[in-house]
């Protein structure tokens, strides 16, 4: 039997969806569910037929609980979500009451119903032993018209966690011109009615959102739009999906909400999470909620909030807000909201501040440039004790989004997909290990079964999961993806990643057992980033699969494009995805044709491949093209080979020579401890550089400084990529010239001198005329500072 506090979570309003109110119950109980479920035994007080997520632990409403409710003696917590509740319990069970406005007081309702509300109000302060608000406004309003009786209240903000679908183009209308947005229940006291005279001198649309619960408030608002002769531009249009509300959100000019009677604010926040500029009222807590970062109608009379509109637009593009309104909209986070929370909990039962139970497991998510996914994943596996990210150099705002959850970051420029994993399983504190993709997400349930999993004693070594795949923000049910496995979980001490460039399986020593959730695969990127992605995998798979042949596949390609478009539009029923299914099988068919157009590229080197390899192998000199100027090369851990570079060139053994590597994996081969700085440098500089490492290893002595360094450059060239990657060892690259001579800059610069006396001379690239120079070299020091030696 648990020892976890048992606290019941009042969510009972979530009887009525697209409401505020459902939306914060909700999202209260996922936050809590998924943050704090290792900490406390949490219980939903529910509707019985509210849409309530499905691995909630529930307590269904019953019909006398409005006027009889005891709850077990087992519960230590009743956590009362909304001031107006029906359900107060009647034994000494202990309440946190949660009061979101006392907007009542601000209506035209008559003076005894404002009473009798207060004091039903005043009736629950009095039960509870702690009470939290969800804004300054609320508390000083709570202070000013109730007897708090010198009990704690605390200031909890609600979160916001706004879902993104950028892949969602079909709202249920769509504007023919540009547009403000606003969204709420629609009622008076959101002064709806107000919005339609901004648009009367311009071309804007005015779209409003929301469930229509007076027709008689709908009507005044058309009247509105009547009068000022915009009714054509006024639309309307009743509740919308998170779909909908995203896209109209993300494409409207501006949020306008001037809204009399808020105790929070969510759509202001939602729409500032985007960046967009918002125009609110200064009524209630809006002025708190958007702080500095919006912009405020002072007066509700047409000439005065135009004014406003025009001016804030104006300040907006002039002085670039987006990315300051975004900052600003990170602190309301429903980890933070569900943290506050649990905080009361622990001090009301004197529990100290909350340790989190360890899974045991470490998370470790690859990325580039995913600032779309990164939020989403992190969330999902925040229950793993450690988090890895292991990032490529983003250049986007992938790492600064990271940072604000706790996860720890490396950086290591992309080679590989195994190389990459590898290098991030080295780090991982833990055995058990998750790796998610970016555009990957776990479900509560999952997570929880993870938890389980390991927590207890498995006797398998890894896991496999299926995939939920979404493409083009559709669930695909058909095509391969009903059979498609991935081990995401698995024990690393009896597994590693294979070597694959792409597509990288892993190596077990030990049974695989099953997972029964899915993982849900959901890239909401285009079309044009999925065929770009597929570019980048086929030169993977080509660079992969290459074998040294000549020839070209003309045939071959075709046959097997057409075989991957049959097998998923037809033979495993990718027609019954529909479009998105036809859309899919295409780009898989296209993918095999980019594949062996890199293959073909490849192919035309083979000849020159197999006679400088040959060579190479056998102590030999070759004459070939670099991702700079022609050099000759040799194997660089082969002491024969290099003394007659040295000898061909007539350099003096004290001077070293450059060697180039294929890939950072076989960088690390040779040097054992890489700063960082190196990593980013190799990541970010875009002209080829050589840098001077300390103490390398297997190297032949004579590449290698009297003070114990070498050059050493990652190549940037298909031809020397390749012949390093069949060699499997560095080689030597040096200038194709006698010492103390002028550099070649190209192939018909080079004297015969040296074209008779190497071993083998590549005729790839001989025809070019481009006039090249030798790269750059570069040191870096123990601080951090560059020298640059060449």
């Known amino acids: 039997m648990s020892s976890k506090p048992k606290i019941i979570v009042d969510i009972e309003r979530m009887k009525y969806p697209f409401t505020g109110l459902f939306y914060f119950c909700q999202d209260l109980a996922l936050s809590l569910?998924?943050?704090?479920?290792?900490?406390?035994?949490?219980?939903?007080?529910?509707?019985?037929?509210?849409?309530?997520?499905?691995?909630?632990?529930?307590?269904?409403?019953?019909?006398?609980?409005?006027?009889?409710?005891?709850?077990?003696?087992?519960?230590?917590?009743?956590?009362?979500?909304?001031q107006d509740t029906k359900y107060m319990p009647k034994n000494d069970i202990k309440i946190v009451y949660t009061i979101h406005d006392l907007n009542f007081l601000y209506t035209d309702k008559p003076k005894h119903k404002k009473k009798a509300l207060l004091e039903a109000v005043q009736n629950k302060v009095n039960r509870a032993d702690v009470i939290t608000v969800i804004s300054n406004f609320v508390k000083n309003d709570v202070i000013k018209n109730l007897d708090v009786k010198g009990k704690e209240i605390h200031v909890i903000y609600n979160g916001v966690d706004l879902k993104e679908y950028p892949a969602f183009d079909q709202p249920k209308y769509r504007p023919e011109k540009k547009f403000f947005f606003t969204i709420g229940t629609v009622l008076p006291k959101k002064n709806f009615h107000v919005l339609p005279s901004l648009i009367s001198d311009s071309d804007y649309e005015l779209i409003i959102a929301g469930i229509h619960m007076s027709s008689d408030y709908v009507n005044t608002i058309m009247k509105e739009a009547e009068a000022h002769q915009v009714q054509d531009r006024v639309h309307l249009i009743d509740s919308v999906s998170d779909e909908e509300k995203y896209w109209y959100m993300k494409n409207c000019e501006a949020f306008l909400f001037p809204s009399l009677s808020e105790g929070f604010g969510l759509p202001p926040i939602e729409a500032m999470r985007l960046g967009k500029p918002v125009f609110l009222s200064t009524c209630t807590s809006l002025p708190e909620i958007g702080g500095e970062h919006a912009y405020y109608f002072e007066s509700f009379e047409p000439k005065a909030m135009k004014k406003v509109l025009e001016e804030g637009l104006k300040d907006y593009k002039d002085n670039k807000k987006k990315k300051a309104i975004k900052a600003w909209s990170e602190q309301f986070s429903w980890q933070r909201t569900a943290e506050a929370?649990?905080?009361?909990?622990?001090?009301?039962?004197?529990?100290?501040?909350?340790?989190?139970?360890?899974?045991?497991?470490?998370?470790?998510?690859?990325?580039?440039?995913?600032?779309?996914?990164?939020?989403?994943?992190?969330?999902?596996?925040?229950?793993?004790?450690?988090?890895?990210?292991?990032?490529?150099?983003?250049?986007?705002?992938?790492?600064?989004?990271?940072?604000?959850?706790?996860?720890?970051?490396?950086?290591?420029?992309?080679?590989?997909?195994?190389?990459?994993?590898?290098?991030?399983?080295?780090?991982?504190?833990?055995?058990?290990?998750?790796?998610?993709?970016?555009?990957?997400?776990?479900?509560?349930?999952?997570?929880?079964?993870?938890?389980?999993?390991?927590?207890?004693?498995?006797?398998?070594?890894?896991?496999?999961?299926?995939?939920?795949?979404?493409?083009?923000?559709?669930?695909?049910?058909?095509?391969?993806?009903?059979?498609k496995k991935v081990i995401r979980l698995f024990n690393k001490n009896y597994c590693s990643y294979n070597g694959k460039y792409v597509h990288e399986t892993l190596n077990i020593s030990g049974d695989t057992g099953t997972v029964s959730e899915p993982i849900t695969h959901k890239n909401i990127y285009n079309r044009s980033h999925f065929i770009n992605k597929q570019r980048h995998y086929a030169k993977l798979k080509a660079r992969q699969t290459f074998k040294l042949k000549t020839g070209k596949s003309t045939f071959w390609k075709y046959i097997k494009?057409?075989?991957?478009?049959?097998?998923?539009?037809?033979?495993?029923?990718?027609?019954?995805?529909?479009?998105?299914?036809?859309?899919?099988?295409?780009?898989?068919?296209?993918?095999?044709?980019?594949?062996?157009?890199?293959?073909?590229?490849?192919?035309?080197?083979?000849?020159?491949?197999?006679?400088?390899?040959?060579?190479?192998?056998?102590?030999?000199?070759?004459?070939?093209?670099?991702?700079t100027v022609w050099g000759i090369g040799c194997d660089a851990t082969d002491e024969k080979a290099v003394r007659k570079i040295f000898d061909l060139k007539q350099r003096h053994e004290s001077k070293s020579m450059v060697i180039l590597v294929d890939s950072i994996a076989m960088l690390q081969t040779i040097i054992d401890d890489i700063p960082q700085k190196v990593f980013e440098l190799l990541a970010q500089n875009e002209t080829p550089t050589s840098i001077i490492y300390n103490n390398p290893k297997g190297l032949a002595s004579g590449v290698v400084a009297q003070d114990n360094t070498v050059a050493i450059r990652l190549v940037n060239d298909d031809f020397c990529q390749l012949l390093i990657q069949q060699l499997g060892r560095p080689i030597v690259s040096t200038s194709a010239n006698i010492s103390e001579h002028p550099t070649p800059k190209s192939f018909s610069d080079i004297s015969d001198a040296i074209k008779n006396k190497v071993d083998y001379t590549v005729t790839w690239r001989q025809d070019e005329n481009s006039q090249n120079k030798a790269s750059g070299i570069i040191r870096i020091n123990p601080d951090g500072s560059i020298d640059t030696i060449r």
Not at 383 to 395: G, P, Q, W
Not at 595 to 622: F, P, Q
């Open 33 to 82: 569910d998924k943050y704090y479920k290792d900490t406390y035994d949490f219980y939903f007080f529910s509707y019985p037929n509210a849409q309530v997520p499905g691995h909630l632990k529930l307590i269904k409403r019953k019909l006398l609980d409005k006027v009889f409710i005891y709850p077990s003696k087992k519960y230590q917590i009743w956590h009362i979500t909304w």
């Open 341 to 483: 929370y649990t905080e009361v909990y622990n001090r009301l039962l004197n529990i100290p501040k909350t340790v989190k139970q360890t899974t045991g497991i470490t998370a470790i998510i690859p990325t580039f440039n995913e600032e779309i996914h990164i939020k989403s994943v992190i969330e999902s596996v925040l229950f793993a004790d450690e988090i890895i990210i292991i990032d490529s150099f983003s250049t986007d705002d992938t790492l600064k989004i990271a940072q604000n959850y706790p996860v720890k970051i490396l950086q290591r420029p992309f080679d590989n997909f195994s190389a990459q994993k590898n290098y991030a399983l080295q780090h991982a504190s833990n055995d058990w290990v998750l790796f998610l993709d970016a555009d990957e997400q776990l479900s509560p349930t999952l997570q929880h079964e993870i938890s389980e999993l390991v927590q207890n004693n498995p006797k398998y070594v890894a896991f496999e999961f299926d995939l939920n795949y979404y493409f083009l923000n559709q669930l695909m049910r058909y095509g391969s993806f009903q059979t």
């Open 561 to 627: 494009a057409a075989y991957r478009f049959v097998m998923h539009y037809i033979i495993r029923l990718g027609f019954l995805d529909g479009k998105a299914g036809f859309e899919f099988a295409k780009i898989q068919a296209q993918g095999i044709l980019m594949r062996y157009e890199y293959l073909d590229h490849y192919r035309n080197m083979s000849n020159d491949l197999i006679h400088a390899l040959k060579h190479l192998k056998s102590s030999g000199t070759i004459l070939y093209p670099t991702d």
